[in-house]
């Protein structure tokens, strides 16, 4: 077994190049940029919204707290007749992108550890590099990746979208597999 301490480096190693992945994913290839489109009445929908002062939450449009009510003349009206939708909302003001860079950081860090407990526990010192590459990649391209499908299937989130994060999650954990491949530990 491979002590955790000995994969302090794989760790940070796969955060950095996984940090740096995204940045070129988001600046240079920019495939994300069509993921949002403008709403055809903005300025209306955002006067809306500031007039009910929502706090910041997660929103269902319509709402409906109790699964019985589903089955309601009045909910089955306002299903039919729409919008239906479910809306994030946040504090107002500039966004910080230093603060969202730093839990972005954080996350990797968070993966990378994961990735590390699970091959640690998996792979013994000296493991060749493709098998250590497979189970390393695996791990964190599930925890990259995975979770974002529900959103299509549950949250109406556009599958071409839901393709492009995938994609990312699979970039990310081929980086994620290298820095452990590479500085897995050798047998004694």
């Not at 600046?27 to 069509?34: D, E, P, T, V």
């Not at 791990?139 to 990259?144: H, K, N, S």
């Given at each position: ?9 794989p ?64 909910m ?10 479910f ?72 599958w ?29």
């Amino acid at each position: 077994m491979v002590s955790l301490t000995q994969l302090w480096l794989p760790i940070l190693l796969a955060a950095v190049f996984v940090f740096l992945g995204s940045s070129l994913v988001h600046m240079a290839l920019k495939w994300h940029n069509s993921d949002y489109r403008a709403h055809p009445d903005e300025e209306g929908l955002r006067a809306a919204i500031r007039k009910g002062s929502p706090a910041p939450g997660q929103y269902a449009l319509p709402f409906c707290g109790d699964p019985k009510a589903m089955g309601t003349d009045e909910m089955k009206r306002k299903y039919e007749e729409g919008p239906m939708g479910f809306l994030v909302l946040t504090a107002p003001g500039v966004p910080n992108m230093g603060s969202y860079l730093g839990k972005w950081f954080l996350y990797t860090l968070g993966v990378s550890f994961c990735v590390a407990y699970v091959a640690s526990r998996t792979l013994a010192p000296g493991t060749p590099y493709l098998q250590v590459f497979r189970v390393a990649g695996t791990v964190a391209f599930l925890a990259y990746a995975a979770g974002s499908i529900q959103g299509s299937i549950w949250f109406g989130k556009p599958w071409t979208v839901t393709l492009k994060e995938l994609a990312d999650g699979l970039i990310y954990g081929l980086l994620t597999a290298g820095a452990f491949g590479w500085l897995w530990p050798s047998a004694l």
